[in-house]
Every structure is written in C-alpha cells, then in structure tokens.
Antibody, heavy 119, light 108 residues
Framework: QVQLVESGGGVVQPGGSLRLSCAAS????????MHWVRQAPGKGLEWVAF????????YYADSVKGRFTISRDNSKNTLYLQMNSLRAEDTAVYYC????????????WGQGTLVTVSS | EIVMTQSPATLSVSPGERATLSCRAS??????LAWYQQKPGQAPRLLIY???TRATGIPARFSGSGSGTEFTLTISSLQSEDFAVYYC??????????FGGGTKVEIK
C-alpha cells in the first residue's frame, strides 16, 4: 500500500534553514506529482508547493515563494522541501501528499513532520 | 486565487443523526472539489473527489454533491468515528490549491 514518511522537522531559529524529506513506497513514485501541505498549530490546511512527476514544473504558494524549494529524486523515491529564511509563521506540521492519477488532487498523505521556528 | 468558505464552523450532532456540511467557492471550480476528514493528531484522509465520488474504502454513509460554486458533504448516520474536522479543497484553478477553513463535527 502507499506509504509516505516525512522526516527532517525540528526546531530552528528565525532566519535558519531546514530540509524536509518524504520517503515514498507502495507506488511508482516517478509517475505522480507530489504536494507539500502544512498546518499551523490549531489551524487549517495550507498548500505550500507542488512538483510534477518528472520535476519539470514546480509551483509555490506566495507565502513561501523565493524561500522554499521543492525537488525530487525519482531514483531514491524521495521528495524534498528545502526551507530557507524561516519565519515564526512557518511553524507547522508539514505533510507530503501524492496526487490522484490525472489530477492535482492530493490523495494519500504522510503523517507529517513538525517544524518549529523559534529563538 | 479561489477562496473556499465552509459552513458552519462547528456542527453539533447526535450519533445516528444526519450531518450536512457546506462549502462555497468564490468562483466556479466545476466538479474539481474534494473533501477530507482529519482527526486529532492524524493526517487528512481523502473522502470524496470529483465532488461526488467516494475514495477507496470510504463508507457509503458519506456522500458529496454539487458543482460550480456550491457543494455539500452529507454523513447520513453519524458514527462515533466520524466526529472530526472536515475540509473541502478545490483543484480546478491552481496554483494555488486552496482549502476551506474546516467544519468541526462534534458530539451533541
């Protein structure tokens, strides 16, 4: 079955950097687009970024554009989110999600990794 | 950016009763609308996509309807495991993918 396991979260100071990973299994990773979605403590869901199955196109929320970079390594079945210039408002649980075939609809979600930006 | 608005914010329902959740889009999203269920400490789970198609393994008591800008998620007879937060999300005009603010279904 589909498994998505995020890692790399932790506590970082404002202005710092962190790289999140999402290890995928149970499906042909190289055939599906992937999202990152975050959820601040006690808040709703916020889309962060998307990458096409082959990495050819990437899209970002305005709130992270220029600071975050989404990438993937299809040989390692792994999705990444490089986060730079972190701010307190980036504090959230970050989820990776696999899309449904032929759509951009997030279908399967990982359990998330918590990023805390605090001095 | 398409804004998704859910109502009510909180819905108090007794077990066995029917629950009706609403989602409105600021402009048409055709039928490219999904519903998710999220329980405390868990990831969201896809319930409905294409406005009305149940995802794999989702019980028949969950149904979705609507198109364009008005959508409804109905839970026909609430079970104890259905008390959770529900989000709608459009994937028609993106980026960005946008989510509603959520409806919390709580025990009355």
């Amino acid at each position: 079955q589909v498994q998505l396991v995020e890692s790399g979260g932790g506590v970082v100071q404002p202005g710092g950097s962190l790289r999140l990973s999402c290890a995928a299994s149970g499906f042909t990773f190289s055939s599906y687009g992937m999202h990152w979605v975050r959820q601040a403590p006690g808040k709703g869901l916020e889309w962060v970024a998307f990458i096409r199955y082959d990495g050819s196109n990437k899209y970002y929320a305005d709130s992270v554009k220029g600071r975050f970079t989404i990438s993937r390594d299809n040989s390692k079945n792994t999705l990444y989110l490089q986060m730079n210039s972190l701010r307190a408002e980036d504090t959230a649980v970050y989820y990776c999600a696999k899309v449904m075939s032929s759509t951009s609809c997030p279908q399967w979600w990982g359990q998330g990794t918590l990023v805390t930006v605090s001095s | 950016e398409i804004v998704m608005t859910q109502s009510p914010a909180t819905l108090s329902v007794s077990p066995g009763e029917r629950a009706t959740l609403s989602c409105r889009a600021s402009q048409s999203v055709s039928s490219n609308l999904a519903w998710y269920q999220q329980k405390p400490g868990q990831a969201p789970r896809l319930l409905i996509y294409g406005a009305s198609t149940r995802a794999t393994g989702i019980p028949a008591r969950f149904s979705g309807s609507g198109s364009g800008t008005e959508f409804t998620l109905t839970i026909s007879s609430l079970q104890s495991e259905d008390f959770a937060v529900y989000y709608c999300q459009q994937y028609n005009n993106w980026p960005p993918v946008t989510f509603g603010g959520g409806t919390k279904v709580e025990i009355k």
